[in-house]
């Protein structure tokens, strides 16, 4: 396998991107005579690439770094549009939101409403707007980073995961319309209420999160993981956190009011207190040794911040412990999550621990933990009717054990699927 790379890249005018490798990170072991730049080295060395007469003349414009906070165009004009509406919203949820989820709103406003449905008055919109445009939505395949929208088709020719995912985008634009028209009939910009409160979200599109992980799939993982993000990694499966909470962490979180660490506000803007196992707790002891208070409890190992080095790091250490398809870091959080309902904690207790304002989202998230667990379950607890289906089932021990093996052989997606049997009649 390759080793890793620092990567400069840029796209020309003709849209098609071009790169040049710079060097390999100060963190790898390399061989004599091959360049080795740090990650602020790799950086001016891309800069000045960037420079060159060659590349300046036929790239694009820079971009500003970071996220876009505020909405592509601004609302003029004495008529009251959708667009002046949303933004006395963002005004709003700049200040009562936390910062990702403020960016998030921006961004699904900025990418499906803004351009389409901004310019229209607030006096002026009806039922049919929305309807042909949520529509629009739903038929059409989602943007890839800074690509254009796909091409739109009929929703019978969308598979069923496909189909759920452009229906929870097409929720999430639902409740920010609804929220945005009903601060604005709230603060007396427009008369029409009707539309805002007909607005319904569609039903019956979320699903319980499925994947997590095992017990031995989480050794197999830390065995592939580099020592630095071992440690990140054990830290979320020991305290169920974001990645952004890990790299607010400083060494006084730890023990500060409790037998556990102490969460810093990120998505909310609630900070909680995160309680330990005597093996989680002796993990972070360890890990603040010798260091000051208010350093940085999780970094990489010249002392630097991840940022989102660790995205290349753990793909590679999951392809190597050959996670199912669709691991990542977040994973970590359904696993903690997963463990505690597992075992028996109250829910209550796991929405605490996960920094959830209730149950609710707990049992719809993590409620089922898998199907292989529910079975489990009603194997144990189902009281036997019969004792001559008792005796029948002890003497069939050995043939329900291979059936068992051969169903939980199967992919964690399709296994206890529900299928339609007549489209699975004409595959037989």
């Given amino acids: 396998m390759a080793s890793p790379q620092w990567v400069g890249r840029y796209r020309s005018i003709d849209g098609h991107y071009h790169q040049r490798q710079l060097g390999e990170p100060d963190d790898q072991k390399t061989a004599d005579g091959v360049t080795v730049l740090s990650f602020e080295q790799a950086l001016e060395c891309a800069w000045q690439w960037f420079r060159t007469p060659i590349v300046s003349a036929h790239s694009t414009d820079p971009k500003p770094f970071g996220r876009t906070t505020h909405l592509l165009y601004s609302p003029v004009g004495d008529v009251y549009t959708l667009a002046h509406a949303l933004q006395d919203y963002l005004d709003w949820k700049r200040l009562a939101s936390a910062e990702t989820h403020y960016n998030v709103i921006v961004s699904l406003i900025n990418c499906h409403i803004l351009l389409r449905l901004g310019p229209l ?14 529509l629009e ?49 709230e603060s007396g910009k427009t008369d029409n209420d009707r539309l805002w409160r007909s607005l319904r979200t569609i039903p019956n599109v979320d699903r319980p999160r499925i994947l997590h992980l095992s017990r031995a799939e989480v050794r197999t993982l830390l065995r592939h993981c580099r020592p630095d993000l071992r440690e990140l990694v054990l830290g979320a499966l020991y305290t169920g ?19 556990g660490v102490y969460v810093r506000p990120s998505k909310t803007r609630q900070a909680r207190f995160v309680f330990l196992p005597d093996e989680g707790m002796a993990f972070f002891l360890k890990l603040i040794r010798g260091k000051q208070a208010h350093a940085q409890l999780f970094s990489r190992a010249d002392g630097s911040s991840w940022g989102e080095y660790h995205r290349q790091l753990l793909r590679k250490a999951a392809s190597l412990a050959s996670l199912p398809e669709g691991f990542c870091f977040h994973v970590l959080r359904h696993t903690y999550a997963s463990q505690l309902v597992q075992a028996g904690a109250p829910l209550t207790v796991v929405a605490e621990q996960l920094g959830h304002a209730n149950t609710v989202t707990v049992s719809r998230t993590y409620g089922h933990v898998s199907p292989q667990i529910r079975e489990a379950e009603v194997r144990q607890r189902f009281a036997s009717l019969t004792a001559a289906n008792a005796r029948a089932a002890s003497h069939a021990r050995k043939a329900l054990e291979r059936l068992r093996r051969d169903f939980h052989g199967r992919g964690r997606d399709t296994y206890a699927k529900i299928t ?5 009649a004409n595959t037989l």
């Fill in 137 to 185: 939505v739903l038929e059409t395949e989602p943007r890839r980073g800074n690509r254009l929208p796909g091409e739109r088709k009929p929703i019978s020719l969308w598979n069923d995961e496909a189909l759920r995912k452009r229906k929870k985008t097409v929720n999430a634009l639902i409740t920010i319309l609804r929220d945005t028209m009903q601060r604005a009939w």
């Fill in 241 to 259: 956190c974001r990645t952004l909470e890990l790299f607010r962490m400083q060494v006084s979180d730890v023990g500060r009011d409790g037998y």
């Fill in 121 to 134: 008055a607030m006096e002026s919109l009806r039922a049919e707007h929305f309807r042909n445009y949520f």
């Fill in 420 to 424: 339609d049997l007549k489209s699975r």
